[in-house]
């Protein structure tokens, strides 16, 4: 925690605790006969390094003397990943409210200008038809340009939530989220494949962030992989380490465009096949998340062939 060295007594330890913390934990000392301290949080300063404890202690008698014994356990990191989680879904929140807010108005401009459509084609007004599509095509491209600012900013501000790690079967998460993309193959005229050399391999991961990476590496494959490709997911347990790939049918990447691929905002990215804008972050995204949880990204690509990126990360995390 910090101290100097060993206190001598409760009250050099108290001393510590926040002002609005001690007197009620003082009252709950001082009753500790009757009602034992249990799981009690607390906030603790050493050298004005703020941690949140959680105290247990219990009366007992030694040889006839009360004694008061128990321990105290750090959760100081729970506190901050709960504060970090509430901050990044309070900023979530705000841009869902201004995106319902602007596209609601859009989608009533929208539906004017279709009614106004409508009329001028039965009267056989095709200038005034023609005004009103263009107008409807602008208030489109302005909508999806909106949406697009605001994804580009939620890529970088997702990145300050602190990682959740925990164990979990990689198998069937993947496997799950392939499930949802194949839902729309109809929709996007691309197929999913998933396959997996083993039922179950489990490592150390946050979730959250690794749907993010597959998320981006799909969007990505989606831009560069013409009507009728196919694009495959899958997971090689190759001992201590797992290998997750992401392989597309696409057109592949240049090779002088090859030593960008990585970089933040760079600028020699490409318009997809549908005309899609890169926001330039996409894959730097990608590898800056790989590499918090302790693993290495790298890709082969061949023009008109395809490309496929390689994820492997350690079973087990090391905060080190």
Request: proline share 3%; aromatic share 8%; net charge negative.
């Amino acid at each position: 925690m910090g101290f100097e060295k060993v206190a001598e007594n409760l009250t050099e330890i108290l001393d510590h605790v926040h002002p609005e913390d001690r007197e009620s934990l003082l009252r709950e000392i001082k009753d500790i006969r009757v009602k034992p301290i249990e799981k009690r949080a607390v906030r603790f300063s050493v050298a004005g390094n703020l941690r949140h404890l959680r105290l247990t202690l219990y009366q007992v008698d030694t040889s006839g003397r009360p004694e008061c014994v128990g321990f105290a356990e750090d959760f100081t990191g729970e506190v901050e990943f709960q504060k970090n989680i509430l901050s990044h879904n309070a900023k979530k929140n705000a841009i869902l409210n201004i995106l319902s807010h602007d596209i609601a108005g859009s989608f009533a401009t929208l539906r004017n200008l279709t009614d106004l459509a409508m009329g001028n084609m039965n009267n056989g007004d095709p200038g005034s038809l023609e005004n009103a599509l263009s107008a409807i095509r602008d208030i489109c491209m302005s909508n999806m340009s909106l949406i697009k600012s605001f994804l580009k900013k939620e890529f970088i501000t997702s990145l300050s939530v602190p990682l959740n790690m925990e164990r979990v079967d990689l198998v069937p998460m993947v496997r799950d989220f392939m499930d949802q993309c194949a839902r729309m193959e109809s929709h996007l005229g691309v197929s999913f494949v998933f396959s997996s050399d083993f039922p179950t391999i489990t490592m150390d991961m946050d979730e959250d962030k690794l749907i993010q990476v597959l998320n981006n590496l799909i969007s990505n494959s989606l831009k560069f992989t013409h009507t009728g490709g196919t694009i495959t997911v899958s997971l090689i347990d190759i001992g201590d380490k797992v290998r997750l790939s992401v392989r597309d049918t696409g057109i592949g990447i240049p090779e002088d465009m090859k030593s960008q691929v990585f970089n933040k905002f760079n600028d020699q990215s490409r318009a997809g096949l549908n005309g899609e804008k890169s926001n330039g972050i996409g894959l730097w995204v990608v590898k800056t998340v790989v590499e918090w949880m302790g693993g290495r990204v790298d890709f082969e690509s061949r023009v008109n062939e395809g490309t496929e990126f390689f994820l492997e990360f350690p079973k087990t995390f090391s905060h080190g």
